[in-house]
Nanobody
Framework: VQLQASGGGLVQAGGSLRLSCAAS????????TGWFRQAPGKEREWVST????????YYADSVKGRFFISRDNAKNAVHLQMHALKPEDTAVYYC???????????????WGQGTLVTVSS
């Protein structure tokens, strides 16, 4: 199983980016997929999760109303659309998969390599 995160880059504050997480060897529709981020010198923190079926999505308070997670079963991918980006959103963003979902790093079994998002002020 491999997860590949992509879509990071440099953006000005207030801008938008769309991150994608593609999986090989696993079908997204069978697992919960989460996004986490880790800023320099800080612990990895949960951002958002989408469950394996239905419209159930969850967001950290810090990104609620600005970030939107979605699943494209046909392409076996999960996306994180980020709007109104702030400098404090700067981090390496990771996608991960879980059999149960959750907001803890330990809840997730498989991790992608991360993609860097830098938001300039």
């Amino acid at each position: 199983v491999q997860l590949q995160a992509s879509g990071g880059g440099l953006v000005q504050a207030g801008g938008s980016l769309r991150l994608s997480c593609a999986a090989s060897g696993r079908t997204f529709s069978m697992y919960a997929t989460g996004w986490f981020r880790q800023a320099p010198g800080k612990e990895r923190e949960w951002v958002s999760t989408i469950l394996w079926s239905g419209p159930n999505t969850y967001y950290a308070d810090s990104v609620k109303g600005r970030f939107f997670i979605s699943r494209d079963n046909a392409k076996n991918a999960v996306h994180l659309q980020m709007h109104a980006l702030k400098p404090e959103d700067t981090a390496v963003y990771y996608c991960a998969q879980s059999r149960t979902g959750g907001m803890e790093v330990a809840d997730y079994d498989y991790w992608g390599q991360g993609t860097l998002v830098t938001v300039s002020s």
